[in-house]
């Protein structure tokens, strides 16, 4: 008769033998040498009568335990011999994956930031949640200033640890929210185009709740307008083409000084003047000169360092190059491949 410590060990070289067999019939005769009638376990068994009565109880327990497992290993493994066996036709041809591509929004992001890195700028990201102070107050909007108003969209009931410690967190409703983060962090010259999503209390036809900006600043002594228009022009002629004019309007952000708003010539026709824009030009976003209080903000002398800003929208630009007339702007975000996989 075996050792109890032989017996234990049953079910592991049970184990190891099943998993050896390469079919059911193979898993029946090992399945025999393990529960047979003269299986080890069974002359165990049969020799527990010869046992002192209490002996036999205990020990008896344990050995019926080693027979349930055993059972369970060769039904286990009974099981995946017939699963494995079920017939396979290597020559149906595979199930190829469904291949996708970058959204329409982020398609134009790459390509954006690629014409910008041809002139130097080093794509950044900053933080969506913003506290109000890098997004109002570090850009000269102090608190309850009215040039406030179109941009308090969401803000946070948490207030801001850290950076602009007591004040509140905001979705932030414009990259240039990064401006300062920028300076403050990196050394100067500097050249940064942020890119992120921004947040603003509207939902239209013509516009969304998220959307994305790419705000650029280029920071160095004698930095001036010139480089403003250079860069402005680099990037109207590699993305919407060389025909296109670029022009300044005066206008008033409070974070730049002087402050323009960017046309460009009409795609439709041609500086002409048509219905679809205003004598020939037509919008395409907020640009200047830093204020010499944000970078008072950064901690930059504005007497020896100026700063050119310039900031758009993705969605924008997207749709005025593209000519694409969508009916409603938010369908760019509901996921609709009927639409998305045209682009
Ligand atoms: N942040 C402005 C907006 O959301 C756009 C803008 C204007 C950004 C002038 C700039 C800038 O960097 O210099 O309307």
């Given amino acids: 008769m075996i050792s109890l410590e032989e017996l234990k060990n049953l079910p592991s070289e049970a184990e190891s033998a099943a998993l050896s067999a390469k079919n059911q019939q193979e898993l029946n005769q090992i399945a025999i040498r393990f529960l047979g009638r003269k299986s080890k376990l069974t002359l165990f068994l049969r020799s527990l009568k010869d046992l002192p009565k209490e002996k036999r109880v205990e020990v008896g327990q344990v050995a019926n335990k080693v027979r349930s497992r055993i059972s369970e ?3 286990a493994r009974g099981r995946s011999l017939a699963h494995s066996l079920k017939p396979i036709d290597i020559t149906l041809p595979g199930i190829s994956p469904r291949l996708g591509h970058a959204h329409l929004i982020s398609q134009a992001i790459n390509e954006i930031s690629a014409i910008f890195k041809e002139i130097g700028f080093k794509r950044v990201r900053h933080p969506e949640v913003e ?6 107050e570090a850009l000269n909007m102090p608190p309850d200033h009215p040039a406030r108003d179109e941009w308090e969209t969401f803000f946070m009931d948490r207030p801001a640890k850290g950076d602009g410690d ?3 967190f905001i979705l932030t409703p414009h990259a240039t929210s990064g401006t300062t983060r ?3 962090a990196r050394k100067l010259p500097l050249r940064v185009i942020n890119i992120q999503k921004c947040y603003r209390r509207q939902s239209d036809i013509s516009h969304v709740p998220m959307f994305h900006q790419f705000d650029g600043v280029y920071a160095d002594e004698g930095v001036t307008i010139r ?3 250079g860069v402005l022009e680099y990037f109207v002629k590699s993305y919407f083409g060389v025909k296109r004019e670029v022009r300044l309007r005066p206008f008033h952000f409070r974070f730049t000084e002087p402050s323009f708003e960017v046309d460009i010539s009409c795609g439709v026709c041609g500086g002409q003047g048509c219905r679809l824009c205003k004598e020939g030009w037509v919008e395409l976003g907020g640009a200047g000169m ?33 000519g694409l007339e969508i009916p409603d702007i938010r369908i760019l975000y509901e996921n609709d491949l009927r639409f998305l996989e045209q682009f």
């Avoid at 506290?131 to 109002?136: E, N, P, R, T």
Wanted: proline content about 4%.
């Fill in 73 to 75: 290993i060769f039904e």
């Fill in 131 to 136: 506290s109000d102070w890098y997004a109002f």
């Fill in 166 to 168: 007591g004040k509140r």
């Fill in 182 to 184: 920028a300076l403050v």
């Fill in 227 to 229: 480089h403003l228009k």
């Fill in 290 to 322: 830093l204020h010499p209080n944000v970078l008072k903000a950064a901690k930059i002398d504005p007497a020896k360092i100026t700063a050119l800003a310039f900031g758009w929208g993705v969605e924008r630009v997207l749709l005025m190059r593209s």
